[in-house]
Nanobody, 116 residues
């Protein structure tokens, strides 16, 4: 499994960014896909996850601001981030979990910096 995250960058508070994760070597429908983030000095935390059914789950701090989506045919998982806050600054990681084997894979991370 290879996961390639992209779309990070520098944005002002209140702005938007869209992250994309391209998966290769897998049949995406077999995987729960998610985005995690890790801020300096903090533990990695779940941002959002999406099942193959489309069911989603969000971290409390991003609910109503972020939206996760997936396209199994294109093997991509996107994270639309709106109303960004300085506390959203972190390295964002794409994650996959096989629904049958529970094997987990991580992408390389993409840095999001939100300036105040």
């Amino acid at each position: 499994v290879q996961l390639q995250a992209s779309g990070g960058g520098l944005v002002q508070a209140g702005g938007s960014l869209r992250l994309s994760c391209a998966a290769s070597g897998i049949l995406l429908s077999r995987y729960i896909m998610a985005w995690y983030r890790q801020a300096p000095g903090k533990q990695r935390e779940l941002v959002a996850s999406i099942e193959n059914t489309g069911a989603t789950r969000y971290g409390d701090s991003v609910k109503s601001r972020f939206t996760i989506s997936r396209d199994n045919a294109k093997r991509t998982v996107d994270l639309q981030m709106n109303s960004l806050k300085p506390e959203d600054t972190a390295v964002y990681y794409c994650n996959s979990k096989n629904r049958y084997t529970s094997n987990v894979s991580w992408g390389q991370g993409t840095l999001v910096t939100v300036s105040s």
